[in-house]
């Protein structure tokens, strides 16, 4: 069956850019019909959509992390990547990578961020 | 985009029934009927509980059910059980093409 899991350091130092990666297996990411997302959740907090990206490449972000964010696809190594830039102790989360069509149908274990020097 | 606004906690006993509402605007909730609801016990990742308002994905117990009315959706569970304390979120597609979360709501099972 199809399973995500995320990757990426989980310390990353202020004004830095973070960086993860969903790995997608059992499936492709060039299967039509699902978005693939990144969603994080600060700690004791709720759930904040980040973004999405299909695997043509269109994309769309929450307009409050809009000038911060990008995510992209490697079709080829089937995994879609987040970057954020400048990032500061707000972005300290457990950031997780879902797939998307009729709901978050699908999720990965999720991978704590921490920001800090 | 503002969160959708869920009450912070519900409490029910066993095989007692409880609803929890969703509510959002005219550019989310009130305009799609891509609402989903997501469970998510202490430590592991949110799973589906509903989708499309008031479709069980396949393996999610029928105790479950969702609806909509305007511009709030609804989760409800009958025949609570121990193993329904959780936290659950709602979610609405946006007229921004963007997902929005609700807020959140914590189940206690008395």
């Known amino acids: 069956q199809v399973q995500l899991q995320e990757s990426g350091p989980g310390l990353v130092k202020p004004s830095q850019t973070l960086s993860l990666t969903c790995t997608v297996s059992?499936?492709?990411?060039?299967?039509?019909?699902?978005?693939w997302s990144w969603i994080r959740q600060h700690p004791g907090k709720g759930l904040e959509w980040i973004g999405y990206?299909?695997?043509?490449?269109?994309?769309y972000y929450n307009p409050s992390l809009k000038s911060r964010v990008t995510i992209s696809v490697d079709t080829s190594k089937n995994q879609f990547s987040l970057k954020l830039s400048s990032v500061t102790a707000a972005d300290t989360a457990v950031y997780y990578c879902?797939?998307?069509?009729?709901?978050?149908?699908?999720w990965g274990r999720g991978t704590l961020v921490t920001v800090s020097s | 985009q503002s969160a959708l606004t869920q009450p912070p906690s519900v409490s029910g006993s066993p095989g007692q029934s409880v609803t929890i509402s969703c509510t959002g605007t005219?550019?989310?909730?009130?305009?799609?009927?891509?609402v989903s609801w997501y469970q998510q016990p202490p430590g592991t990742a949110p799973k589906l509980m509903i989708y499309?308002?008031?479709n069980r994905p396949s393996g999610v117990p029928d105790r479950f059910s969702g609806s909509k009315s305007g511009n709030t959706a609804s989760l409800t569970i009958s025949g609570l059980q121990a193993e329904d304390e959780a936290d659950y979120y709602c979610?609405?597609?946006?007229?921004?093409?963007?997902?929005?979360f609700g807020t959140g709501t914590k189940v206690t099972v008395l």
């Open positions: 879902a797939r998307a069509q009729r709901g978050f149908d699908l």
């Open positions: 059992g499936g492709s990411i060039s299967s039509g019909g699902y978005y």
């Open positions: 990206i299909y695997y043509s490449g269109s994309t």
């Open positions: 005219s550019s989310d909730v009130g305009s799609y009927n891509r």
């Open positions: 499309e308002v008031s």
């Open positions: 979610s609405s597609y946006t007229s921004s093409s963007t997902y929005v």
